[in-house]
T-cell receptor, first 110, second 117 residues
Framework: QKEVEQDPGPLSVPEGAIVSLNCTYSNSAFQYFMWYRQYSRKGPELLMYTYSSGNKEDGRFTAQVDKSSKYISLFIRDSQPSDSATYLCAPSSGTYKYIFGTGTRLKVLA | GAGVSQSPSNKVTEKGKDVELRCDPI?????LYWYRQSLGQGLEFLIY????????KSGLPSDRFSAERTGGSVSTLTIQRTQQEDSAVYLCASSQQGTVSGANVLTFGAGSRLTVL
């Protein structure tokens, strides 16, 4: 079993839709949960992160962590064509090492 | 610099040749990482530097792969006797520290796309 599992997609949604992107993980030592966004031919960039369980909101984006079920989610409200990218989850135990998911490719159609 | 710079952005080489990939991290970032991204495989950790030393090189796939960092700054990833399975995007990232706290997150370069014919 991989440490982090993420559906690779692609996921196609119409503009304005609510998008739900998800990851599961197996290591209960993970405490920090990052979401990176990667546009085509670019490096990943940090979108947001949460510490431990709970929700965190930043504009149209909400990150959610459920440590009891080892499940992390990223919600995008009012999705825009500019949100079309690959979204990678990356949990960490707080050391230097990040474990990245395979990424979910999202396409928002105008 | 303002961001993490990687060169070359694209490299096409023949099987069996050696290649060098360069990473120039953000000034002042002590931690530097190399990752490999293959189609459908996500980001694969290769090596981590803290300063000039590499406390974790567990992700290097074989002894054909090596990396060094000098002056606590620029890093070079070298692949000897390249094979077709080495074709991938090689990403470099840096952070202020090796642990996650506050704003100490990874900043990635745009990557070096390697194609081995």
């Amino acid at each position: 079993q991989k440490e982090v599992e993420q559906d690779p997609g692609p996921l196609s949604v119409p503009e304005g839709a609510i998008v739900s992107l998800n990851c599961t993980y197996s290591n209960s030592a993970f405490q920090y949960f990052m979401w990176y966004r990667q546009y085509s031919r670019k490096g990943p960039e940090l979108l947001m992160y949460t510490y431990s369980s709970g929700n965190k909101e930043d504009g149209r984006f909400t990150a959610q962590v459920d440590k009891s079920s080892k499940y992390i989610s990223l919600f995008i409200r009012d999705s825009q064509p500019s949100d079309s990218a690959t979204y990678l989850c990356a949990p960490s135990s707080g050391t230097y090492k990040y474990i990245f998911g395979t990424g979910t490719r999202l396409k928002v159609l105008a | 610099g303002a961001g993490v710079s990687q060169s070359p952005s694209n490299k096409v080489t023949e099987k069996g040749k050696d290649v060098e990939l360069r990473c120039d991290p953000i000034s002042g970032h002590t931690a530097l990482y190399w990752y490999r991204q293959s189609l459908g495989q996500g980001l694969e950790f290769l090596i981590y530097f803290q300063g000039n030393s590499a406390p974790d090189k567990s992700g290097l796939p074989s002894d054909r792969f090596s990396a060094e960092r000098t002056g606590g700054s620029v890093s070079t990833l070298t692949i000897q006797r390249t094979q077709q399975e080495d074709s991938a995007v090689y990403l470099c990232a840096s952070s202020q520290q090796g642990t996650v706290s506050g704003a100490n997150v990874l900043t990635f370069g745009a990557g070096s796309r390697l194609t081995v014919l």
